[in-house]
């Protein structure tokens, strides 16, 4: 049987709840995986997910110049590699194109990987089409070996149509989340059999239907306070600015309060946002947490909102996991309509879609799911619904077992 090399951004992440689920999934379906990561783990946390799975971990000099003796011993062994000529070539126009530290440290990264491969390892799949499908690109030429990348988000949109086309012609194949990145990359394939949408989906063994809700609250006293979660980083294309403000612009006769859960650069700002907005007593900003507190923290609120938006430098969400995640707790969602998230949630059917970078809008739609308890049940029974239905992750394990060629079912 193969064993495949994941190249990784950096492992474990809890923001990447999702390719941890993916690789357990897949070691319990027999696949060889050895973990080569890009960067250390930096969260406080880790999820139960993480504790499960058996795969080695090589972690790669995250910059250069931390490991120079590492580095240099593998720029100079990777010259006796077969495709090292090949690689080499490629990298240098990549470059001119492309000229950054980051797309040294990417050939660097490459050398260290082909040198230092296990023998065993017949090939190599990168999750995300940006860093870590370049250090896999670079490495997998060295040594004439194939390679496969799963696509998401921020990897897609801010890298250069240039760079990939010739990622998708140099691939064994792709998989990417949502049907709407997947219209996009097949338009720049060589051909229409190399990108395939493969929903990422969710565990349900994790994610276990809720009890049934006692509290029903409508938001028209301090004791019947709504409850409004949001799980996620603190970056632009999250739009946490504009969904302070749409609580902000909520009616004073509605009560409620707002927990967030995730960690990023721009939290801090957000505070001095939410104090000047005056609602920062409302705000329970909890950082990120693992998975059993976030799930916790799912049935515990009424309501759960996502203000994705399209960043000033193109990044946008796919399918937030979240959303997902959300709704198989049974809690009515509040969304914007961008990017794949009309794929998960049917507008007034399975949750509330609004256009994105419009706080009023935002501000009106969780007003009314705020003060109807009944439109939250219904929304909230609608959604786990669909998402047990549809977006399962065996589904997609199906998939990645049939490319990887394993027997069995797990």
């Not at 050398?111 to 023998?119: G, M, N, S, T």
């Not at 959303?323 to 049917?346: F, G, K």
């Not at 501000?363 to 009944?374: F, L, N, Q």
């Given at each position: 049987m193969t064993t495949v090399g994941f190249v990784l951004k950096g492992y474990p992440r809890l923001s990447e709840t999702f390719i941890a689920q993916e690789i357990l999934a897949l070691e319990k379906r027999g696949l060889e995986i050895q973990i080569i990561s890009l960067r250390h783990p930096t969260d406080k946390y880790l999820h139960p997910v993480h504790d499960e799975i058996s795969a080695p971990v090589n972690y790669l000099p995250e910059y250069l110049h931390d490991e120079p003796i590492r580095v240099a011993r593998a720029c100079w062994n990777a010259r006796r590699l077969p495709g090292y000529q090949k690689a080499a070539e490629l990298w240098r126009g990549d470059l001119a194109r492309?000229?950054?530290?980051?797309?040294?440290?990417?050939?660097?990264?490459?050398?260290?990987?082909?040198?230092?491969?296990?023998?065993e390892i017949e090939q190599l799949h990168a999750h995300f089409l940006h860093t870590p499908a370049s250090v896999a690109r670079y490495a997998s030429?060295?040594?004439?070996?194939?390679?496969?990348?799963?696509?998401?988000?921020?990897?897609?949109?801010?890298?250069?149509?240039?760079?990939?086309?010739?990622?998708?012609?140099?691939?064994?194949?792709?998989?990417?989340?949502?049907?709407?990145?997947?219209?996009?990359?097949?338009?720049?394939?060589?051909?229409?059999?190399?990108?395939?949408?493969?929903?990422?989906?969710?565990?349900?063994?994790?994610?276990?239907?809720?009890?049934?809700?006692?509290?029903?609250?409508d938001g028209s006293s301090p004791l019947n306070s709504v409850t409004i979660l949001s799980v996620g980083r603190a970056v632009e294309k999250k739009g946490y600015d504009g969904l302070l403000r749409a609580l902000a612009q909520i009616p004073d006769n509605l009560h409620w309060r707002f927990v967030h859960i995730g960690g990023g650069l721009l939290i801090k700002k957000l505070m001095a946002l939410s104090r000047t907005l005056g609602i920062e007593s409302k705000i329970d900003w909890r950082g990120a947490l693992p998975q059993d507190q976030v799930l916790s923290a799912y049935r515990e609120a009424h309501i759960f909102v996502l203000n994705s938006r399209i960043a000033s430098d193109g990044d946008r969400d796919g399918l937030?996991?979240?959303?997902?995640?959300?709704?198989?707790?049974?809690?009515?969602?509040?969304?914007?309509?961008?990017?794949?998230?009309?794929?998960?949630?049917?507008?007034?059917?399975?949750?509330?879609?609004?256009?994105?970078?419009?706080?009023?809008?935002?501000?009106?739609?969780?007003?009314?799911?705020?003060?109807?308890?009944?439109?939250?049940?219904?929304?909230?029974?609608?959604?786990?619904?669909?998402?047990?239905?549809?977006f399962a992750l065996d589904a997609g394990i199906n998939d990645l077992s049939k490319r990887f060629d394993i027997a069995g079912d797990g």
């Open positions: 492309d000229i950054s530290r980051n797309r040294i440290r990417r050939f660097g990264q490459a050398c260290v990987l082909a040198v230092e491969l296990p023998e030429i060295m040594l004439d070996m194939p390679w496969s990348c799963s696509a998401h988000a921020k990897d897609i949109y801010t890298s250069p149509q240039w760079e990939l086309r010739e990622k998708l012609a140099d691939c064994l194949w792709l998989v990417t989340c949502t049907a709407t990145n997947a219209a996009y990359l097949s338009k720049l394939a060589p051909s229409e059999n190399i990108v395939s949408l493969v929903y990422h989906g969710l565990d349900f063994d994790s994610f276990v239907p809720p009890d049934e809700r006692s509290d029903h609250p937030p996991n979240v959303l997902m995640e959300a709704q198989s707790q049974q809690l009515a969602c509040v969304a914007t309509s961008i990017s794949a998230i009309p794929e998960l949630i049917i507008d007034g059917e399975t949750g509330i879609l609004v256009p994105p970078d419009s706080p009023e809008t935002l501000s009106r739609a969780i007003s009314k799911v705020i003060e109807d308890p009944t439109l939250r049940q219904s929304l909230g029974k609608a959604g786990e619904q669909r998402v047990r239905n549809s």
